[in-house]
């Protein structure tokens, strides 16, 4: 039944490889959305803070568990590690992340219901980063559907079941149990039975090759890492200044930005094999042709979302969050031309990344989220809701800056 109903064909069309991959990602990125939202609207602004500053950590640590090994693998032709290999490595980041995540915890003092909440979200968004490794073979196997399929299914299930047990107990705490139990039948359904389908499992203990991704993949990682502490970094100062209550006003406020990201990943995803083969085979005016139609693309629907966002963005969220935002009018047509910008810096961050030049993402991340940490809690401080906005902004800006100076010296060697 897995094999005819999921795995289908094993020659998928471009066509079908292009919209499974586009609704798993689209119901992916959706997902935070809809389930910050609701919760808020479903027990209140408070409970819905804890949650949405809940969501905001998993999203930044279970990048310990992805640990960006998902484009190095598509990106790296030779395939030097096998996906046993990358399955030790996988197990194992997923647990350093829950224990960073329950450390975390336990700095900032969290009481015990907050503490619950906070583990059982990073607990289920865990499960979405070791779900990658099974997706990343697909991917590399020319089965990009196979793991648009994983993601789109695997989230509806989860979140139903989340809102069904939300609506019925008013407890996030066993809302969240049902997810996570939810989050591993579906891995078990979409990621173990159709590799099985479609592959060989198998986990990997060899310490010099599992030492060899980490050594390799780690300038990846650790950008990619500060890349949603750069997202994060407003969010987090939020929940150190400010109440619970606006912890949910910002969420409702800046999660929409994601669409932009959702958007530049429909357009760069697919593209990434054929910009590595254009670079690999000196193929330069094809590449900068990409990828100056990639980054109009991303303005362009920037430019659309702002549009938007002014003329009806706000009536929506009233809506779907249930809180009156019409004071922040401003403040979210700013934080999606952010967003734009933060989609155009993981534009150039993809070039880099097929440029192998760990170290210019390294700097730039760096440079980017030590200036993020210093002026977030201090413009949330005196600005508020729009300071975290600001704050954003500089240190997304910075890092693009970043980016563009260390193509342009790339290049100027090559």
């Known amino acids: 039944m897995i094999e005819r109903y999921v795995v289908g064909t094993e020659n998928p069309s471009e066509r079908q490889l292009f919209w499974w991959n586009m609704a798993g990602s689209a119901v992916y990125a959706l997902a935070s959305m809809v389930l910050t939202y609701m919760t808020i609207r479903m027990v209140g602004a408070l409970e819905g803070g804890i949650f949405a500053i809940g969501l905001t950590l998993a999203q930044m640590f279970v990048y310990i568990a992805y640990y960006e090994m998902r484009n190095f693998q598509v990106t790296d032709p030779k395939a030097a590690y096998s996906f046993a290999d990358y399955h030790g490595v996988k197990i194992l980041n997923c647990l350093i992340m829950i224990g960073v995540c329950a450390l975390y915890c336990f700095i900032k003092k969290y009481d015990a219901y907050k503490f619950l909440v906070v583990m059982l979200v990073c607990l289920y968004r865990m499960l979405d980063g070791y ?10 196997s020319g089965r990009l559907d196979l793991a648009g399929k994983s993601m789109c299914f695997r989230t509806v299930l989860s979140v139903a079941v989340y809102f069904i047990l939300l609506f019925f107990t008013r407890s996030l705490l066993w809302a969240m149990c049902g997810a996570v139990i939810s989050g591993l039948l579906g891995i078990y359904v979409y990621n173990i039975l159709v590799m099985g389908c479609v592959g060989h499992i198998a986990v990997g203990w060899d310490i010099k090759k599992m030492t060899g991704i980490w050594r390799e993949c780690f300038p990846l990682f650790l950008g990619m890492f500060l890349w949603t502490y750069l997202l994060s970094a407003s969010r987090m100062a939020v929940d150190d200044v400010m109440t619970s209550d606006y912890q949910s006003y910002y969420q409702v406020l800046f999660l929409p930005v994601s669409v932009i990201n959702l958007f530049a990943g429909f357009v760069i995803r697919p593209s990434m094999v054929q910009l590595a083969d254009y670079h690999a085979d000196g193929e330069h005016k094809l590449f900068w042709k990409k990828i100056g139609g990639i980054l109009g693309l991303i303005m362009l629907f920037t430019l659309v979302c702002m549009a938007g966002a002014y003329v009806c963005g706000i009536p929506v969220l009233n809506v779907l969050a249930g809180c009156d935002l019409s004071e ?14 933060n989609a155009a810096a993981y534009l150039l961050y993809s070039v880099l990344l097929i440029f192998r030049s760990g170290a210019s993402v390294l700097a730039g991340y760096v440079t980017a989220s030590v200036l993020a940490f210093l002026i977030s809690v201090r413009m949330v401080r005196k600005f508020a809701l729009w300071g975290a906005g600001a704050s954003y902004l500089i240190s997304i800006s910075v890092l693009a800056v970043i980016f563009v100076v260390c193509i342009v010296v790339l290049e100027k060697r090559r």
């Open 328 to 341: 922040f009018r401003m403040l979210f047509v700013f934080l999606i031309f952010a967003g734009g910008i």
């Open 131 to 140: 779900a990658d490794v099974f997706e990343a073979d697909f991917h590399n």
